[in-house]
C-alpha cells in the first residue's frame, strides 16, 4: 500500500488464496493497528492510503523499494514482494551512490501505478530561477 497508495481484497485474495471475508478481515484488522492509514475508496473500490499514513511493519526508504523490485526482476517471491503485485517490473542498477527520498519515489511510484501527472521544480545549471514542469511517468 505505501508504495503502490492502494490495495483490493482481490488482491489478497489472489496472493495468499483466503476467502473475501478474511481478506477483508484482515484489511479491518490492519486499520485498527495502523488508524488513519488507509481508508475504502467506494468508487475504486479499494483502499487507498491517506495523507496521514505511516509506515508501520516496513522502513518506508528507497532501498527497500529498490530491494523489492530486485527480488522481482529475479522472480523469487515472498509475503512481502506478493502484496506488492501492482508495482512493474523493472531493471534495477546497482548501487545507487545518492539517497533518494522515499517521498518522491513513492509519488512516482503511485503517479506510474494510477496513470497520472506529477509536477516537479527543476533547477538547471544555467538558469537563475527553477521551472515547473508536468512529467506522466510510465512503463
Not at 505511516?54 to 529498490?66: D, T, V
Not at 533547477?123 to 515547473?132: I, N, T
Request: charged share 20%.
Amino acid at each position: 500500500m505505501f508504495w503502490s497508495g492502494e490495495i483490493s481484497t482481490s488482491a489478497l485474495i489472489r496472493h495468499f488464496g483466503i476467502s473475501r471475508v478474511q481478506a477483508s478481515k484482515d484489511l479491518t484488522l490492519y486499520q485498527s493497528l495502523c488508524p488513519g492509514n488507509i481508508r475504502y475508496d467506494k468508487s475504486l473500490k479499494r483502499y487507498v492510503i491517506d495523507e496521514t499514513f505511516k509506515a508501520a511493519f516496513m522502513a518506508g526508504n528507497a532501498a527497500e523499494f529498490l530491494q523489492i523490485l530486485k527480488v522481482r526482476q529475479g522472480g523469487r517471491a515472498n509475503a512481502l514482494v506478493t502484496l506488492a503485485d501492482n508495482l512493474l517490473v523493472v531493471e534495477v542498477l546497482e548501487p545507487a551512490f545518492r539517497q533518494v527520498e522515499q517521498t518522491v519515489l513513492q509519488t512516482v511510484n503511485q503517479a506510474i501505478v494510477s496513470a497520472r501527472a506529477v509536477r516537479v521544480r527543476y533547477q538547471s545549471m544555467s538558469r537563475a530561477e527553477p521551472v515547473e514542469h508536468r512529467l506522466c511517468p510510465h512503463v
